[in-house]
């Protein structure tokens, strides 16, 4: 295990940054799922919307970060996980940016705060990429 984290040190600080957010992301939703969906500029209509929120962005949070972490760190593949969180940051990313033309939500403190926070997460993501490629020799 040491020496695949040793050959691939970039994909494992990208996959461990990723781990930290979606696992984050995973508690904050699930223990206090109105308060934090708020923060998202969304509101349940009740119960079930409740549930809806802890199940879509705690769950599916805690699933992607476990995910990567077992790509990772029990199968040897940290480069693989990098990808994945490149496929996945991305997707998030320019889905957001193309729908808030769409839907007109520039004016929104969370908009505000995501697509810069979002931007400069793949960002990083893929200078850890490329520093897994160039210097690491990931793809080889």
Known sequence: MLEIISNNIAATVATIG????FFGTAVVFIL???KSAEK????PKDEAGVT????YYGGISFALGLFLALLAFLFGKPFYSLVGGLIFSNTVFFTRLAFTFV??????SYTKLALPAEGAFIV???ICFIIAVVVEGAIA
């Open 18 to 21: 990723l781990c930290i957010y």
């Open 32 to 34: 206090n799922p109105v």
């Open 40 to 43: 998202y500029s969304m509101k």
């Open 52 to 55: 809806e929120i802890r199940v």
């Open 103 to 108: 839907d007109k939500g520039w004016k929104c």
């Open 124 to 126: 990083a993501l893929w």
